[in-house]
């Protein structure tokens, strides 16, 4: 069972002084105003454990430093070790809202990524049908894409994302090139317009870029 001595009751008011950020002298100034003369001299005695505390003294000591009187007769350690106690404390506590925050970015980049992935699909998918829609009115203002004629073509028909029908398809293009896909052959989209230029590219190592006649070139 924790008996209160000289030294604890001095310890806990040096810990409370501590706490508070004021110095001997402050809490000196506080104790007059309570009616409680303590120099700054008496208060370093009492909180070495070298003055006893006492008992009509304790309401003034403990209202001075915003503690119980109760506050005053329980062990503790400096207030420097208090304040380290607190900082571990919070350490340990922004430390968990950290993880938390880290999970959260984590999950909302993985979002991020996603959505980029998604639009660039939908971008393709966009301009792979203005080629399309432009070929099927004679390619009046395509001056150029970036992918090759061949996987154009294969976009078209096989990885348009949601699935280009068919008959569209077919209807869209000029007859030689819808018989040739018909019969499993690409088809000659090039040749079919030779006013468009063609690159050598595919989906899997670039986007598809569309150079639009009379659009400012970038």
């Not at 009509?56 to 503790?76: G, I």
């Not at 398809?169 to 018909?182: D, N, R, Y």
Request: with cysteine; charged share 30%.
């Amino acid at each position: 069972m924790y008996r209160p001595t000289d030294e604890g009751i001095g310890s806990a008011i040096l810990a409370g002084r501590q706490m508070a950020g004021i110095l001997q002298e402050e809490l000196s100034e506080r104790l007059a105003e309570m009616g409680l003369n303590w120099s700054r001299v008496t208060i370093s005695k009492v909180e070495r454990g070298e003055r006893s505390v006492r008992a009509t003294e304790l309401p003034a000591v403990a209202a001075a430093l915003n503690m119980t009187v109760d506050d005053l007769f329980v062990p503790r350690g400096s207030g420097i070790q208090l304040r380290l106690s607190e900082a571990l404390i919070q350490m340990l506590k922004l430390n968990d809202e950290y993880k938390t925050a880290s999970t959260e970015y984590s999950q909302a980049f993985d979002r991020y990524r996603e959505c980029g992935d998604r639009l660039r699909e939908a971008r393709t998918s966009y301009e792979a049908l203005s080629v399309l829609h432009d070929f099927s009115n004679g390619a009046l203002e395509t001056e150029a894409v970036s992918w090759s004629a061949e996987a154009l073509l294969d976009y078209w028909e096989h990885e348009i994302r949601p699935p280009l029908d068919p008959g569209d398809l077919f209807a869209a293009l000029p007859e030689s090139v819808s018989h040739s896909l018909e019969e499993g052959g690409l088809g000659e989209l090039a040749s079919a317009f030779p006013s468009v230029r063609f690159g050598e590219g595919d989906p899997e190592s670039e986007p598809l870029i569309v150079e639009r006649r009379g659009e400012p070139q970038s």
